[in-house]
């Protein structure tokens, strides 16, 4: 059965420094790899998809990467900010058991002090 | 406003009593999704669909049930039989295999 994990499960930082975020899987077998910011009492706003077929993705000061083979993915996040601060979770999707899913990790919460 | 819209924000529910929620979604995709957060223990599938009028269990079925008779609409129906139905629900759709998609969710508390 699938497993998704995100270390550290919380981290503080400066404003203004970069930092990853980490999510491992793992059943390779996946179609692709999605990553996720929510904050306190909201849905999930999607920032991320990376294909089963791609290394990373990049957009604005957030860089994505996949490494199907190891099962990680990590999440760079640049330059951040305190409007950054949120949970970020990561998920895989997969066909599992005749269910076709997306797999969660609990998420990181992040936060980012003035 | 193209997206999916979940209602109620916050719903409260006697015991024994069954409630239904609500997702719709304009985007014209062919899959939505059911999940539940609770605190500590990330999100879990309870139903996906597919198609219109098809839909499949996922991890935490049990006390739950759907039906898909629009493609836009995926109700959610919490039945008494769920023991422990707080929680956090969230809507979700995609199409082929691009991104999911999220609803702003639905808090539900038995009183």
Redesign the interface.
Known sequence: KQEVTQIPAALSVPEGENLVLNCSFTDSAI??L?W?RQDP??????LL?I?SSQREQTSGRLNASLDKSSGRSTLYIAASQPGDSATY?C?V?LREG?????V????TKLTVNP | DGGITQSPKYLFRKEGQNVTLSCEQNLNHDAMYWYRQDPGQGLRLIYYSQIVNDFQKGDIAEGYSVSREKKESFPLTVTSAQKNPTAFYLCATRWGNTEAFFGQGTRLTVV
């Open positions: 179609y692709n999605q996720f009492g909201k849905g999930l706003t999607s998809l294909q979770l998920a999707r005749g269910s076709e899913k997306l969660f990790g609990k998420g």
